[in-house]
């Protein structure tokens, strides 16, 4: 590209540039919505391994219950033991609420990821006819144009069509999921 820069034709260059230039927005924009996806992983994974601890402290608990039982120990005791495994129960619930709460939000995320990602495909991809034509008319090449916008926005059309049926497919199996949970 930096060849076309300095050797490319006013045209060619202008299309040149408009194109990098969008290319490197949607590449610093798609690149910031990962990393609001990676933090929202951090919380999740920070979340499983809470879970993970609480789940021991309820295990803990539970085999001293069995303990006191096995070895008919005073009611008082198994009381407050009782106590610490509800309180360990408890907080394992809380916490898989939040991992639940936190996976949607998750998936959510990676949604409008998806969904930004192709619409700023298709941006980019308005773009190519102007960088083609520009190239092919600095080079001499013949083009009819008319020809190639027919053939490109049937092209372009039958990807809008796949993306939108991949969206459709995902949205769907995401209604799905919720309604089983």
């Known amino acids: 590209m930096a060849r076309i ?55 803990r608990w539970l085999e001293a219950m069995k303990q006191i039982n096995v070895q008919g120990g005073d009611s008082d005791r198994f009381k407050a033991v009782l106590a610490q495994f509800t309180f360990a129960s408890g907080q394992w619930t809380e916490q898989f609420d939040a991992l639940k709460t936190s996976s949607r939000a998750q998936f959510a995320v990676h949604l409008e990821l998806y969904r930004s990602a192709i619409d700023q495909f298709r941006r980019i991809h308005g773009l190519v006819p102007s960088v083609l034509f520009a190239v092919r008319k600095e080079l001499e090449l013949p083009l009819d144009e008319e020809q190639f916008m027919k053939a490109y926005l049937a092209s372009s059309r039958q990807q809008a069509a796949v993306l939108e049926a991949f969206m459709e497919k995902v949205k769907r199996a995401t209604e799905e999921g919720e309604r089983s949970v």
Request: hydrophobic share 45%.
């Open 5 to 59: 820069q300095v050797i490319g034709y006013d045209a060619t260059v202008h299309a040149i540039s408009a194109y990098t230039s969008a290319f490197v927005a949607v590449y610093a924009d798609l690149f910031f919505q990962r990393i609001v996806l990676q933090e929202r992983q951090k919380e999740t994974q920070a979340i499983t391994e809470a879970m993970g601890g609480h789940a021991k402290e309820r295990d």
